[in-house]
């Protein structure tokens, strides 16, 4: 027979009723030994110099990659014309900016491209968070409709944007319809997935503790599948721009995807990489408007270890 | 005296194993707990201690056999009962103090009175200073705590436990078997504290009951006789401690030998 401990009830007692404090102790600083303030900052020192080193390197990167692709067209190792230059690219943009573009001013085509991206991302995400959420709750409506989901998530989804350009015309819908299905699709089977796999010991928990069903779905189910649905709205935007490029490919009368068709049209290199470097930039932002968002509303969620590479 | 708390008759439960096969859980259990009674309930591993506990709940239903709580027939979650669960069951995404709230709010009850309750039991608790951290930010001991108010809270007069203290550490386990004791005797509450660990049975219960192997059935009780408030931490230096443990080993032994040698028979099919 083992003895367990041999603390008097007393002396645990009087002790500190918290035997294990929390690690991210936010108040109060512990008196530090010199030895540990010396460790930290020679820590930190070291942090810094391996963050500028990355940028360091980040920026070499891009200086050999953009310097080679310059060089090798200058010297008319590749032809220009067919792969572009990014001095020529630059330019573009600099005329598209300060003469506007051949469909008008340029922040025009980019309003109308996100509007459209944008109209399609909330609907597409909106529809496959609730359809998630109530296939994810209800088995009989799972069951009866997986074949038609799958099914429908075979189909090459960009070709119904020619479908979607003869039901809505030259119309914004049209091109936010194309984003809704290569939307909807992602968030769906994100959220339907994070409800199926909520902690059966939190449901068992919160039943116990007399959670209705209403209070159920909200405050444990939804809660639990959130960290799901959120990330699967991080690819969800990039994949509602494609939509909408996609769509205007069918046909429009402005945006940056019909601004990149006619570059494409009439053979100039410079201007396609002009818009589609336009496109990243604005995909980059909301991508970091998502990430705000995120940590705004899963705030519970343990920070992200340190080192881990932002991928 | 009223009529027992909690009453299993001949329970039975069956599952479906997802090869198309039957499992028998527990077969043919009978057993009472009275008001106010802390009973242990201790056997080797998979006897079925855990599917007692859910059965009693009600998150479970048998497959034959009578559970009555209170004197009524259990047919789903009945009120009034507390369950703390072996792993961490306190949500993630609400602080302390919201998740000791959580209960007194599903009952109706409006957000700010919920609060101020939940303050006083996170204090009870020793979590005092805790309310707004999230659970990640706290310890196990402490997300025990936790789970430990947000039953409490209730005011349960069943309280349900399913190894609630086997992830802690040997020192914070005895420091919160004796938190326990010194909670629960200011309630009113039957306690079913389902456990592996004979000593804490021992130490915690009025009375252990042993479990044979899977599929599980009573195969002897035995009353603690040691006096009240005990001190956990000392309670086994005691020479009836000695004598009551050896007892219900001598017996337990050969129910762990019997799992232990079916697990290396299902191990080497």
């Known amino acids: ?311 | 005296m009223a009529g027992p708390a909690i009453e299993l008759r001949g329970v039975t439960k069956r599952f479906a194993t997802p090869k198309g096969g039957i499992y028998t859980a527990l077969r043919d259990l009978t057993l009472e707990v009275g008001p106010g009674e802390f009973c242990a309930v201790v056997g080797p591993t998979g006897c079925g201690k855990s599917t007692t506990l859910a059965l009693i709940s009600g998150l479970e239903l048998a497959s034959a056999g009578e559970i009555r709580v209170e004197g009524r027939p259990v047919r789903g979650i009945a009120d009034g009962v507390g369950y703390v669960f072996q792993s961490d069951a306190v949500f993630p995404w609400k602080t302390v103090l919201e998740n000791v709230a959580a209960g007194p709010r599903y009952h109706g009850m409006s957000s700010a009175q919920a609060r101020a309750r939940a303050r006083d039991w996170i204090s009870r608790v020793g979590l005092a200073g805790f309310e707004d951290r999230y659970p990640h930010q706290l310890s196990g001991g402490m997300r025990k705590r936790v789970g430990l108010a947000q039953s409490l809270i209730n005011g349960p007069r069943i309280l349900l436990m399913d190894e609630p203290f086997s992830a802690l550490d040997v020192q914070t386990r005895t420091l919160m078997e004796n938190e326990l004791l010194s909670l629960w005797s200011s309630t009113s509450a039957s306690v079913v504290f389902v456990t592996h660990d004979l000593e804490e049975a021992i130490a915690l219960a009025d009375r252990v009951v042993l479990l044979t192997a899977g599929p599980g059935t009573v195969k002897g009780t035995y009353t603690v006789d040691l006096p009240r408030p005990r001190n956990v931490a000392e309670i086994r230096f005691q020479p009836r401690f000695a004598q009551i443990y050896e007892a219900i080993w001598s017996q337990l032994r050969d129910e762990v030998l019997v799992s232990y040698e079916r697990q290396k028979h299902a191990a080497a099919v």
């Open chain 1, 1 to 311: 027979m083992s003895v367990r401990s041999t603390l008097p009830r007393s002396e645990v007692g009087s002790q500190n009723p918290h035997p294990d404090p929390p690690s991210q102790a936010g108040e109060g600083k512990p008196v530090e030994a010199p030895v540990d303030v010396e460790l930290a900052k020679r820590r930190s020192r070291t942090a810094r110099r391996r963050r500028l080193t990355i940028y360091g390197l980040r920026v070499l990167f891009a200086v050999v990659w953009l310097g080679s692709w310059e060089l090798t067209t200058r010297l008319n190792w590749v032809d220009p014309f067919f792969v572009g230059q990014p001095s020529g690219v630059v330019q573009r943009l600099w005329t598209w900016i300060t003469e506007g573009t051949a469909l008008g001013p340029l922040w025009l085509q980019a309003a109308v491209t996100m509007e459209e991206a944008l109209l399609g991302f909330l609907v597409g995400s909106l529809l496959g968070v609730v359809f998630g959420i109530l296939l994810g709750r209800i088995d009989l409506l799972a069951e009866v409709l997986s074949p038609f989901i799958k099914a429908a998530n075979a189909i090459p989804r960009v070709v119904l944007g020619s479908l979607f350009a003869i039901m809505f015309g030259l119309s914004l819908s049209g091109k936010a319809a194309t984003a809704v299905v290569l939307v909807f699709f992602v968030v769906f089977f994100n959220a339907f997935q994070g409800v199926r796999e909520v902690d059966r010991n939190l449901v068992a928990n919160a039943r116990i503790l007399g959670a209705d069903n209403r209070r159920l779905t909200t405050e444990i189910i939804i809660p639990s599948a959130l960290s799901w649905i959120l990330a699967s709205l991080h690819i969800s935007f990039g994949l509602a721009i494609v939509g909408a490029v996609v769509g205007e490919l069918f046909g429009a009368t402005a945006g940056l995807g019909q601004l990149i068709y006619n570059a494409g049209h009439t053979f100039d290199v410079n201007g396609v990489f002009a818009g589609m470097f336009l496109l990243a930039v604005l995909a980059l932002i909301a991508e970091g408007l998502i990430s705000a968002l995120e940590n705004r509303l899963i705030k519970w969620r343990p920070s992200r270890v340190s080192g881990e590479i932002p991928i």
